[in-house]
């Protein structure tokens, strides 16, 4: 795969084209040829790709190449009949990322035998003047027949009197069964139980937490999200426009609370999934759940979602020997609260990733000596020019969020990877003075992998990279120390001993050392003989899509069928937001019988 350049298309771009007729006549050719996948990949370049996310296939997909993408349609197109096509000339316009890199951007509408769905097409210049697809996006965006019951469609009854009442019954489940378990009420359990709510699907979200928004409050008080709020808005709740940009994580655990109650999501808190075993009970599943009085419930559904989060699983703490003589405190990054509990102390920070740099920068401005310890290269980028290029679609006044949703799919993940790879450099020549100084202090560096900053690291590991927004400075300037020359040998009772002999004195050393993979803790309630069924939840496929993160657990496996049902969502809120549409579109879809077979 490779970035289409006016180089390698041998084109010589003409700035006075009209691209909105350019992109109608494309897109007129298009609709007439879909009901022929011949017809249809001689309208896209031999290198084009095409994305479909359930509209065609029920699943997630990702097609390289013309021959590829024709034996796709000629499969899937009798299956699903697509017709009422809508161009969608608002949206239609010409970009041109790099001075090399430029593309027609069309969006259409239409309908499936079972849905509405939408789509994106980039064309491109060839040499002999013509203009063909590069890129294609399909995604389903509703099912025929089962809308989603807001607007108009809202409840209209009034039924105020008893809303109290009626509300304690749905919540506690007390004469029926929920058909959805969410595992898990952070953003991603919320977001999912709040698309199924929309879709008249009962779901029951279990939080192992006293309050919704606890896996918030019970980080360090510094923490923010690190995406600009436009980003972060939740279906059917958007934050109103005096939000600061970068919401603080008590300020976002509050907004959680507000969500659930504001939507009347059925949330139990204080309760925890113990066992999801297969049912002998006419559904898929049996789940066993504990309430924070000790009262037991058991419930058959043929859906259980783990959105126990990326960092859901337990702390990772390196195994340093000797840590019994240490004489002071030592704790992870999950237990730290707030600098100010360790006024007058000597910390060391082991690690350097985003939670690492957020703790040093709260000890530096309580006044505190803290030392950063290194063990890794990172990739580091600056708030202040790599958010505008990370999450340009999401801004101020911008385009509405289900529209910047889409073209953020619309990219395909191995395609994307190709365009952060030139965004790293420009990232990194804006940066230069910062990542000049951090090497002249002997912080480690590298570019990502492939040299695509954080995106390749987003995917594979959902680590290795920090977005700085001020600590990176107090590094270069001494005002965060760093060691960074040895690996930790031991404990002694005054600190830390590194393997070339050194030491490193510390009343407090915290870990900032990640947490186990997301796959443990689903493992950790299924019995053992579905445990190699299920695939990885984090990284993508060889097709360039994730696992099973947005998708069920096993995935296109051997032996995905025994974990029919089980789902998997967890993320950043965007991702969460994108993917909880599909998962939900899925279960309805499967509830009423409509589901179609994947491709």
Not at 381 to 396: D, E, H, T
């Amino acid at each position: 795969m490779s970035l289409p350049t006016l180089q390698k298309l041998g084109n010589a771009f003409d700035p006075d084209i009209d691209a909105k007729a350019i992109a109608k006549a494309w897109f007129i050719q298009f609709v007439e040829a879909m009901a022929d996948a011949t017809a249809v990949v001689d309208l896209l370049v031999d290198e084009g790709l095409w994305r479909d996310m359930l509209a065609f296939t029920w699943d997630c997909h990702t097609y390289e190449g013309r021959n590829t993408i024709r034996k796709f349609l000629a499969d899937q197109l009798p299956k699903f009949n697509p017709y009422a096509f809508r161009f969608r000339d608002e949206l239609t316009g010409f970009h041109m990322p790099y001075e090399d890199l430029i593309w027609i951007q069309g969006f259409f509408h239409f309908d499936t035998t079972i849905g509405h769905a939408s789509g994106i097409f980039r064309l491109v210049p060839l040499a002999d003047g013509s203009w063909k697809a590069h890129m294609v996006y399909t995604g389903l965006e509703g099912l025929t027949g089962f809308p989603e019951k807001i607007g108009p469609l809202r409840n209209h009854e009034m039924s105020s009197a008893r809303w109290a009442e009626t509300r304690n019954g749905e919540q506690e489940f007390l004469d029926k069964e929920p058909r959805v378990i969410i595992i898990g009420g952070g953003h991603s359990g919320l977001i999912l139980a709040a698309r199924l709510k929309m879709l008249e699907i009962d779901a029951l979200v279990v939080e192992r937490n006293e309050r919704v928004g606890d896996n918030w409050r019970k980080r360090y008080t510094s923490i923010f999200l690190h995406e600009p709020f436009w980003c972060d808005h939740l279906p059917y709740f958007p934050f109103p426009p005096s939000s600061p940009v970068f919401t603080p994580g008590l300020k976002f655990a509050d907004w959680l609370d507000c969500y659930a109650r504001s939507l009347d999501l059925n949330v139990w808190t204080s309760a925890r999934v113990c066992a999801v075993e297969p049912s002998t009970r006419g559904k898929r599943w049996t789940v066993k759940i504990v309430r924070g009085d000790g009262t037991e419930r058991q419930f058959n559904m043929n859906h259980v979602v783990f959105a126990t989060g990326l960092f859901g699983g337990a702390p990772k703490l390196p195994d340093v020997p000797h840590r019994d003589v240490f004489d002071g405190v030592v704790l992870h990054s999950s237990q730290y609260k707030t600098a100010a509990d360790y006024i007058g102390k000597k910390v060391a920070v082991v690690g350097s990733g985003p939670s690492a740099h957020g703790i040093c920068l709260d000890f530096v401005d309580h006044d505190i000596d803290v030392t950063m310890v290194q063990r890794g290269s990172i990739y580091v980028m600056s708030a202040k020019n790599g958010i505008p290029r990370y999450f340009g679609l999401y801004v101020k006044d911008g385009l509405p969020v289900d529209v910047a949703d889409r073209i953020t799919l619309s990219y395909p993940n191995k395609f994307g990877k190709l365009l952060h790879q030139r965004m790293t450099g420009e990232i990194a020549e804006l940066d230069k003075d910062l990542l000049e100084g951090l090497r002249k202090v002997g912080f480690k560096l590298n570019s990502g992998e492939d040299d695509a900053g954080a995106l390749g690291l987003v995917w594979s590991r959902a680590g290795g990279f920090c977005i700085d927004f001020g600590a990176s400075q107090k590094i270069v300037d001494g005002k965060i120390k760093l060691k960074s020359d040895g690996n930790i040998v031991r404990f002694t009772s005054t600190g830390l001993l590194f393997e070339d002999g050194s030491t490193l004195g510390a009343d407090v050393v915290i870990f900032a050392t990640g947490y186990a993979d997301a796959r443990d803790s689903i493992l950790e309630l299924l019995p053992t003989h579905l445990h190699d069924s299920v695939q990885p939840v984090w990284g993508l496929d060889e097709e360039g899509e994730l696992n099973s993160a947005g998708r069920e657990l096993g995935g296109r496996g051997p032996g995905g069928e025994k974990l029919a049902g089980l789902w998997a969502l967890m993320g950043n809120v965007s991702l969460s937001r994108i993917y909880s549409k599909f998962i939900a579109l899925q279960i309805k879809a499967h509830e009423e019988g409509v589901f179609g077979g994947r491709y």
